[in-house]
């Protein structure tokens, strides 16, 4: 799901990523992460990592920006953004971390699925990778998802499944892993209308999984390369399944003194704070154990993030990396309604 809703105004949120650097340090650093699947009820998770960086390089100035269009004159011969999903991303300019899909490239050009022309200027970077799919990140067939110990069987009650949903509870598209012959094999869509294999997970886009046939825990290792910068994350009032790029365990509000977390919700314009759960922007977590949150605006020891029953503050509440959480937004009537989230990562070498 590219940006289906840009809105002007977005807030740039400075997340530390500490890395121990025992080489030179470069802009795309690789990495290993490890996240568990519970073997027993939902998961949320998200591979955090990325895939490498394919093309990084300024616009033509002038005439590099246009409507659904980027021009780098030269800089795509020989290269396919279309066999397999790809994204676009700006990395300069005021509205750097803002991305969209490719859907059709030449020798020169690329055409996007969102407009980014007002968003960018002629000579802007853009940054180029695949799309994570669920075949890379799961397995891409029956024998690899099975050697990683995922369970396989003809119908979904008996097998591992997935889940995506588009932000704002959109489309949901639920995925099992397939025993059958082929055309039915490996990561397949649940209705059998397709493979599920090339499906991409966007940045900020979790998965749903809730294991099948008594599998156990599972530890799912994701091999990939650490986002830095900013990315923008859509979100749509309603359900979204929630993650960030920052592979490194996160706070969801602070202290701001100490780590500004995901949210500060003392300057966070475009978080909903209310009184109670139902009337604000509510956080939803499986780790494994299900723990509700909400940002409410009443006063201290009450405010900020807050677990739901009031038992306790959530502000210093960690988002492990490689994990996703529900994010249901109030509507735009509520003061929310649809919003892009900035998420910063930075190195800090030691």
Same mark, same amino acid.
Not at 118 to 139: M, N, P
Not at 162 to 175: F, H, K
Not at 236 to 255: D, F, Q, V
């Given at each position: 799901?590219?940006?289906?809703?840009?809105?002007?105004?977005?807030?740039?949120?400075?997340?530390?990523?500490?890395?121990?650097?025992?080489?030179?340090?470069?802009?795309?650093?690789?990495?290993?992460?490890?996240?568990?699947? &519970?073997?027993? %009820?939902?998961?949320?998770?998200?591979?955090?990592?990325?895939?490498?960086?394919?093309?990084?390089?300024?616009?033509?100035?002038?005439?590099?920006?246009?409507?659904?269009?980027?021009?780098?004159?030269?800089?795509?011969?020989?290269?396919?953004?279309?066999?397999?999903?790809?994204?676009?991303?700006? =990395?300069?300019?005021?509205?750097?971390?803002?991305?969209?899909?490719?859907?059709?490239?030449?020798?020169?050009?690329?055409?996007?699925?969102?407009?980014?022309?007002?968003?960018?200027?002629?000579?802007?970077?853009?940054?180029?990778?695949?799309?994570?799919?669920?075949?890379?990140?799961?397995?891409?067939?029956?024998?690899?998802?099975?050697?990683?110990?995922?369970?396989?069987?003809?119908?979904?009650?008996?097998?591992?499944?997935?889940?995506?949903?588009?932000?704002? %509870?959109?489309?949901?598209?639920?995925?099992?892993?397939?025993?059958?012959?082929?055309?039915?094999?490996?990561?397949?869509?649940?209705?059998?209308? %397709?493979?599920?294999?090339?499906?991409?997970?966007?940045?900020?886009?979790?998965?749903?999984?809730?294991?099948?046939?008594?599998?156990?825990?599972?530890?799912?290792?994701?091999?990939?390369?650490?986002?830095?910068?900013?990315?923008?994350?859509?979100?749509?009032?309603?359900?979204?399944?929630?993650?960030?790029?920052?592979?490194?365990?996160?706070?969801?509000?602070?202290?701001?003194?100490?780590?500004?977390?995901?949210?500060?919700?003392?300057?966070?314009?475009?978080?909903?704070?209310?009184?109670?759960?139902? &009337?604000?922007?509510?956080?939803?977590?499986?780790?494994?154990?299900?723990?509700?949150?909400?940002?409410?605006?009443?006063?201290?020891?009450?405010?900020?993030?807050?677990?739901?029953?009031?038992?306790?503050?959530?502000?210093?509440?960690?988002?492990?990396?490689?994990?996703?959480?529900?994010?249901?937004?109030? =509507?735009?009537?509520?003061?929310?309604?649809?919003?892009?989230?900035?998420?910063?990562?930075?190195?800090?070498?030691?």
């Amino acid at each position: 799901m590219s940006l289906k809703k840009l809105i002007a105004t977005q807030l740039g949120l400075a997340i530390a990523l500490l890395l121990n650097v025992h080489a030179q340090t470069t802009s795309d650093p690789a990495g290993i992460l490890t996240t568990t699947i &519970n073997g027993a %009820g939902i998961s949320l998770v998200h591979p955090t990592l990325a895939n490498k960086v394919e093309f990084q390089g300024p616009t033509d100035s002038p005439g590099g920006v246009s409507a659904n269009t980027f021009t780098v004159t030269g800089g795509f011969v020989g290269l396919d953004f279309v066999t397999d999903p790809h994204f676009v991303e700006l =990395t300069s300019g005021p509205n750097a971390g803002v991305w969209t899909d490719i859907t059709a490239n030449t020798d020169d050009d690329i055409t996007t699925a969102d407009d980014l022309s007002s968003l960018a200027s002629d000579g802007d970077t853009i940054l180029i990778r695949k799309h994570r799919t669920i075949g890379d990140v799961f397995g891409a067939d029956t024998p690899t998802a099975v050697a990683l110990g995922f369970v396989a069987a003809a119908t979904a009650p008996n097998a591992d499944r997935l889940q995506i949903i588009e932000p704002g %509870g959109g489309t949901v598209t639920n995925i099992h892993l397939s025993n059958l012959p082929s055309p039915f094999d490996g990561w397949t869509k649940s209705d059998f209308t %397709g493979s599920a294999a090339n499906i991409p997970i966007p940045p900020g886009q979790g998965v749903l999984t809730e294991r099948g046939g008594g599998g156990g825990d599972l530890a799912l290792t994701v091999v990939g390369h650490v986002k830095i910068g900013p990315t923008s994350i859509a979100v749509e009032e309603g359900i979204n399944i929630l993650a960030t790029p920052i592979a490194i365990g996160t706070p969801l509000g602070g202290p701001p003194a100490a780590f500004p977390g995901l949210w500060d919700a003392a300057t966070d314009a475009l978080v909903v704070s209310a009184g109670t759960a139902p &009337n604000a922007d509510r956080i939803q977590t499986y780790l494994p154990t299900v723990v509700n949150i909400h940002n409410s605006n009443l006063p201290a020891p009450f405010d900020g993030w807050i677990l739901s029953d009031f038992t306790g503050q959530a502000n210093a509440y960690v988002i492990p990396e490689g994990t996703a959480m529900i994010y249901e937004r109030q =509507t735009a009537g509520a003061g929310g309604g649809a919003a892009n989230f900035v998420f910063e990562a930075a190195i800090i070498t030691q």
